[in-house]
């Protein structure tokens, strides 16, 4: 007897999103565990290392972000090649996305180059601000690794096959760890280097998980059925398209990334107390928040999987499974935030080392930051899950447009209550909250008005 249909089991069905989203989840989960506790790891060192790792990976992927986010978009490519069948492309459409990647490292590079500049000008505490370039100048030279990493991926991902993203991301991470722990603390024979091994544990771990997703790429069983071996050639019609469509989402993602950006950098003008609660919160923030960062990554594989199938009624049922379970999830970590947040901070102040009544009042205001996180987390599933479908239709310009103005808002509003207004680091966080809970309710209703439904990044026929 043929199984019945249901919520579960039918197409784009939960199942269907669970099996495309948990590996993503546990791939997205990898990185930001080893971010976390790279941070974890630097407090132990000292409160400016965090707060200096923090502000200066912040700013290193907001210089990262316009080429990442083309990068990124190699997934819808590859879905729709490879939900239309069309097989050849998904080969080409990945290698496209490494140069594109390699077009930009040394762009990425000299940008390195601004550091000491885009510090000191942020009138961060000279000691904070000295770290927070040795940082950035560091991980810099990681670039090009993040970015072939991304394209390679999409290789894998487009078609769903997510499971491999999961291994590779994980085992990567924990390599990073181990080389933090060594190069941070000096063991196995590394020298004890502080936050600036962090930054060389970081960039190494990079390039060998981008050599590591090539050499996967070329191996015999995918270029009998992509030919990753003949279609490595630059097809500039291919690259142009990609660019086309990529370029406003990474330019979405680099105004969001630099709204973002400019909020942490005014908040670390409020005082050491104020950064590393700030940077508390975000950090354990990110931690909770990458499986909803998976789901949208799902989404967005998915929607261009039927859409490529010229399924729409399917690609929308993806979409709204993959909200729904991102939501619950979103609403169980918000509890937790509020009843139990020293769960969460229990690692930053675990050591003997971290006491004292600095200490004690960082830790009091990163309770009250998690607050505030828990107040947004629900809106900021919805953002992020709704986006992801919509890039995965090739809804870009929507996106770039409302990104624009809700990161010249973020930005222009923390400015003028710090600078102008004096205001405290609680303000800034009512400004943050509601920024997010506008772009959850836009995303949500460009969603419901399905004009992404006759969008396209392929070719037709």
């Not at 579960?8 to 495309?20: D, S, Y």
């Not at 290392?49 to 972000?65: E, G, K, Q, V």
């Amino acid at each position: 007897m043929a199984e019945q249909e249901n919520w579960w089991n039918r197409p784009a069905g939960v199942r269907e999103v669970m099996q495309v989203a948990l590996p993503l989840v546990i791939s997205s989960l990898s990185w930001t565990v080893m971010t976390f506790v790279d941070r974890m790891m630097l407090f132990w060192d000292s409160g400016d290392a965090m707060t200096a790792a923090f502000n200066a990976s912040i700013m290193w992927f907001a210089s990262l972000c316009l080429p990442l986010g083309i990068c990124a978009f190699t997934n819808t490519f590859v879905a729709q090649y490879f939900g239309s069948r069309k097989f050849d492309g998904v080969g080409r459409s990945a290698w496209q996305g490494i140069w594109i990647a390699l077009l930009f490292t040394p762009i990425c590079v000299a940008f390195g180059m601004l550091a000491p500049s885009l510090f000191y000008l942020a009138g961060h505490e000279p000691a904070v601000a000295a770290l927070e370039e040795t940082y950035f100048r560091i991980l810099v030279w990681g670039s090009g690794g993040i970015l072939v990493s991304q394209s390679a991926s999409a290789f894998f991902g487009g078609q769903g096959r997510t499971s491999v993203m999961m291994w590779v991301d994980a085992a990567f991470a924990m390599l990073n760890l181990v080389l933090d722990y060594c190069w941070i603390f000096g063991y196995a024979g590394f020298p004890a280097m502080g936050i600036a091994g962090a930054g060389y544990a970081t960039v190494l771990s990079l390039w060998l998980k981008a050599a590591f997703y090539l050499w996967l790429m070329l191996r015999p069983a995918e270029h009998a059925r992509f030919e990753t071996r003949t279609n490595w050639r630059p097809d500039w019609s291919l690259i142009m398209r990609m660019l086309r469509y990529g370029g406003p989402a990474g330019l979405q993602m680099m105004i969001d990334v630099a709204g973002f950006t400019t909020f942490v950098m005014l908040v670390g003008r409020l005082g050491t107390v104020s950064a590393e609660a700030t940077s508390m919160a975000f950090s354990i923030s990110s931690f909770a928040f990458m499986p909803v960062f998976g789901f949208g990554q799902a989404a967005g594989i998915l929607v261009g999987q039927h859409l490529g199938e010229n399924r729409e009624g399917l690609a929308a049922r993806s979409a709204w499974n993959s909200v729904l379970i991102g939501m619950v999830y979103m609403a169980v970590i918000s509890a937790m935030y509020v009843l139990v947040p020293d769960l969460f901070l229990w690692g930053f102040f675990s050591t003997g080392e971290v006491q004292g009544e600095h200490a004690t009042e960082v830790r009091a205001l990163a309770i009250v930051l998690l607050q505030f996180v828990a107040a947004y987390n629900i809106f900021d599933a919805a953002l992020t899950i709704f986006s992801g479908a919509l890039k995965g239709a090739g809804d870009t310009t929507f996106i770039l447009g409302i990104s624009l103005v809700l990161g010249l808002v973020l930005a222009g509003i923390t400015w003028l209550a710090v600078i102008q207004l004096s205001a405290d680091v609680i303000a800034c966080w009512q400004i943050v909250t509601a920024w997010i809970w506008v772009g959850g309710v836009v995303y949500a209703m460009r969603f419901m008005a399905g004009k992404w439904k006759k969008m396209r990044v392929i070719e037709q026929g």
